[in-house]
């Protein structure tokens, strides 16, 4: 009788391990915290301009063990393309009429994956921009602060490959460069 009792409890004890894991390892809601800092900064034939945005929207599902981040499960920002602004109107006049924000009014960034390489954190994900949407591989910093994650990093990227026209001035003198970096200080907050 000692040993069919010992054979039961062993699958008791197995389930109720199993029950305590699931218990401290989730998933946890978080939303963007308000003023995220968006930049995007490029150069023309006479200088370097900066376009900034303050100005987001952002969901994600992040893998939790108790209070600590541990993973990503979806993350997903959406950012109106005519709230950045260089402080030049017509700078971001030709920027919006490039971009098209009349037809594609959202940039939007959807993570499909994070992984270590060699000691830093890989992000790659779907960039849609002026309606065109491309794969981008980056280096992205995460860090937990609190209950909040902070995540920081920079994006280059060519405007040809989202099929972006770069505007001209002066008969073609001053020309946008089709190289640029996408800058970005996001910091995520559990779900109320």
């Known amino acids: 009788m000692k040993t069919l009792n010992r054979l039961m409890l062993f699958p008791l004890s197995i389930i109720w391990m199993a029950s305590f894991i699931c218990t401290a390892q989730g998933q946890?809601?978080?939303?963007?915290?308000?003023?995220?800092?968006?930049?995007?900064?490029?150069?023309?034939?006479?200088?370097?301009?900066?376009?900034?945005?303050?100005?987001?929207?952002?969901?994600?599902?992040?893998?939790?063990?108790?209070?600590?981040?541990?993973?990503?499960?979806?993350?997903?920002?959406?950012?109106?393309?005519?709230?950045?602004?260089?402080?030049?109107?017509?700078?971001?006049?030709?920027?919006?009429?490039?971009?098209?924000?009349?037809?594609?009014?959202?940039?939007?960034?959807?993570?499909?994956?994070?992984?270590?390489?060699?000691?830093?954190?890989?992000?790659?994900?779907?960039?849609?921009?002026?309606?065109?949407?491309?794969?981008?591989?980056f280096p992205v910093k995460i860090e937990q602060i609190g209950n909040q994650v902070n995540f920081q990093g920079e994006i280059p990227i060519k405007f040809s490959d989202f099929e972006i026209v770069t505007p001209t001035n002066f008969m073609g003198i001053v020309k946008t460069h089709d190289d640029a970096r996408i800058l970005f200080n996001t910091t995520f907050q559990p779900k109320n």
């Open 28 to 137: 946890a809601a978080y939303t963007l915290a308000p003023s995220p800092e968006l930049k995007i900064i490029g150069r023309s034939t006479i200088r370097v301009w900066k376009m900034t945005s303050n100005e987001a929207s952002g969901q994600g599902v992040f893998f939790m063990e108790g209070t600590r981040f541990i993973g990503i499960q979806s993350l997903t920002v959406e950012m109106h393309a005519e709230s950045l602004s260089s402080g030049t109107k017509g700078l971001d006049k030709h920027a919006y009429e490039s971009l098209q924000t009349s037809l594609h009014p959202i940039v939007k960034f959807t993570l499909r994956e994070i992984k270590e390489v060699e000691n830093s954190m890989e992000a790659r994900g779907d960039f849609q921009i002026a309606g065109v949407t491309r794969q981008v591989v």
